[in-house]
């Protein structure tokens, strides 16, 4: 990458070439199957082992770390957070790789990993990286479906944080004043990535590239 497309990639967040990055915790035959350039880690080959060298886009299963989790705890006996090691494994290979983590607004997982907790509307700086909340119905999804980001590489671009209400509703809407005419989302649908996202997830981790570069 030239110094020009490296600038480029800084103003506006997309990189000049189609570069590599790895897609951990992904559905087989998901949204990041059969792309040029993405290397992706579904449950067979376990992304906890990934061990590099390429920026990353993590995925870690949310379930045991949803607001949701303490009844599940109570009633099924599951302890909060245990995921088997998939959220400190995303995390590592963020912040040793660069890229970007992704895990549903109000995540438990935050605070046990000593994250700060995002605002809407910009990035916000922490020790490492870049943290921020997006609302997925922004980028084609057709429920709100809130999301926490936590990116590492250069500074991010500004992202699309308006909060379209959208047509569905995902998990807990359905026992709330969201779910008066709307559709429920089924739990492949709900876990599935839209292509705009998955579109904006895969420039940012491209963006890292830029970093790693100016250190070499």
Not at 16 to 39: C, E, I, S, T
Not at 99 to 109: F, I, N, R, S, W
Not at 185 to 214: C, D, G, H, M, Q
Request: hydrophobic fraction near 35%; aromatic fraction near 10%.
């Amino acid at each position: 990458m030239t110094n020009a497309e490296a600038a480029n990639s800084r103003d506006t967040g997309l990189s000049a070439a189609p570069l590599r990055v790895a897609a951990l915790f992904v559905q087989r035959d998901g949204a990041y199957f059969g792309l040029k350039g993405v290397d992706p880690w579904d449950e067979e080959r376990d992304a906890r082992l990934y061990d590099g060298p390429y920026p990353v886009v993590a995925h870690p299963p949310c379930a045991r770390w949803c607001q949701l989790a303490p009844v599940n705890e109570a009633r099924y006996g599951t302890p909060v957070g245990h995921d088997h090691g998939c959220f400190a494994a995303a995390l590592e290979a963020v912040e040793t790789y660069g890229g970007v983590l992704e895990h549903p607004a109000y995540t438990l997982a935050w605070h046990a990993f000593d994250l700060p907790r995002p605002r809407r509307g910009s990035w916000q700086r922490t020790p490492r990286g870049w943290v921020t909340e997006v609302s997925q119905s922004a980028y084609g999804c057709p429920a709100r479906k809130r999301t926490w980001l936590y990116y590492v590489g250069p500074e991010p671009p500004d992202l699309d944080w308006s909060d379209p209400p959208g047509e569905a509703v995902i998990g807990g809407g359905i026992n709330s004043g969201e779910c008066v005419g709307r559709r429920k989302i089924e739990k492949r649908e709900a876990s599935a990535t839209p292509e705009a996202f998955r579109e904006l997830l895969l420039n940012l981790a491209r963006n890292a590239y830029v970093e790693s570069e100016a250190a070499a």
